[in-house]
């Protein structure tokens, strides 16, 4: 214990975790709780850490805040680290180094997972000894670009330190696309990479962290900071009808300038929460793009509607929400209640820039033959929209 370091933290907002990493290899960790009044915010979503839960952030030799990082790719891990899905004890080791010197600086969650992510796109979680050009270790680093000697590159624990220190100069990270913070700090040459790992970092996160969801701690996506069900809070009762969004209508079903739209364009900023109409069973869950990939912007010349849900409600009606920024909330075969959150208005498939398609259709499956005009329907639902 005297040779520890207490290094962090809250998850919620109330009681305060301590941690304490220990020195050397076979380094143990010991949570303690507490009510520490400096401790350094995790997320202010009304979450504790529960007791017994994390009890591994002390994953490698290497001691946060050391003078001299040591090269940690020899360090053996605390026993608590195992293996989480695809990622193998040494992969979620270093994951835990990762978050754990987020948790010291004070780094936001998000910046946890925005963290691992990189790395699972730079190295695969490994600290690699080598890569493209003269990059190194577990986020690919470049001495030759300042990030530090390859001795300190060789750190795990150094390069997470480098790479926050970079990512908290950057205005409005914490609500940018993970891939657009990532890449704001590493300058990749596939800047669009790091996206296709967000699921995974959070789940790395939230499982070194002995935590159900990220989301708990404020670690989510920007739009729900604590998660989606908080978002999901003001539903209305089964049967009754909303507003997918409240936003005005940009465009309207079946204009004499687009008679094949078959629906109505809600105009919203990126990220807007989409809320179920009504009450319901969700149908279809897809991506539906002519580039395969709706994880990015898509524009006039992809056809598809992008990430999309289907909602079957009474009587055959079913409803359409296209164009959402990522992979939905809910999973085919989930039943919704009106007003729960969906997903996230974006700008994938055919489309010029984030805004809400919304289709309704009486009768499975949807077509276009059965597709009607939303406003007069929600109307008839007693909802009024366009406000
Ligand atoms: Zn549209």
Redesign the pocket.
Known sequence: MSRGRIVAVVAGGCAAALLVVGVGVGATALMLFGGGSTALTGGDCGYDVPAGGPEILAATGAVPGSPSPTPSATASAPARIEPIGQWATEQVGNAAVVVAVGRELGVPPRGWVVAVATAMQESGLRNLPGGDRDSIGLLQQRPSMGWGTPEQLGSPEYQARQFYARLLRIDGWASMRLTDAAQSVQRSATPEAYQRWETEAEAVVAGVLGVASVDLLGGGFPAAPCGVAALSAAVVPAGTWTTPVPAAIG?GFRTPARPG?D???FVAARYTPVHAASSGTVLTVLCNASTGDCDRDGGMSVRGCGWYVEILHADDVVTRY?HLVRRPEVSVGDTVAGGQVLGFVGSSGNSSGP?L?FEVHLGTTATSANAVDPVPFLARMGVPLGA
């Open positions: 465009s739209h629906g109505v364009d296209c805004h398609h």
